[in-house]
């Protein structure tokens, strides 16, 4: 069993950045991938981000690439979402979520999500 919790979402003017942290509990986080997935209004969940268990390895949509980046201190169960240069298309929920493979996404745990607002 694995628990996720997301933090870090809100309003930010375009061009702003965040930093999304996702605390997990559960002894086996450190050997889990991790991602990072977002919900529009009126759109589809859809893949943002994954990582491997030690980080070696991260998968990024084409949408968010050299603008996104994944992490994770496996010491301080957390993963994290550094977002740069955001867009108002950027707006959504951001789910963090336990993933079975970084090639398939198939998710078995999710976190409740954290919204960010990208306005001016």
């Known amino acids: 069993q694995v628990q996720l919790v997301e933090s870090g979402g809100g309003l930010v003017q375009p061009g702003g950045s965040l930093r999304l942290s996702c605390a997990a509990s559960?002894?086996?986080?450190?050997?889990?991938?991790m991602g990072w997935f977002r919900q529009a209004p009126g759109k589809e969940r859809e893949f943002v981000a994954a990582i491997n268990w030690n980080g070696s390895n991260t998968r990024y949509a084409d949408s968010v690439k050299g603008r996104f980046t994944i992490s994770r201190d496996n010491a301080k169960n957390t993963v994290y979402l550094q977002i740069n240069t955001l867009k108002p298309e950027d707006t959504a929920i951001y789910y963090c979520a336990a993933v079975l493979s970084i090639i398939t996404l198939k998710v078995d745990y999710w976190g409740q999500g954290t919204q960010v607002t990208v306005s001016s």
């Open positions: 559960g002894r086996t986080f450190s050997s889990r991938v």
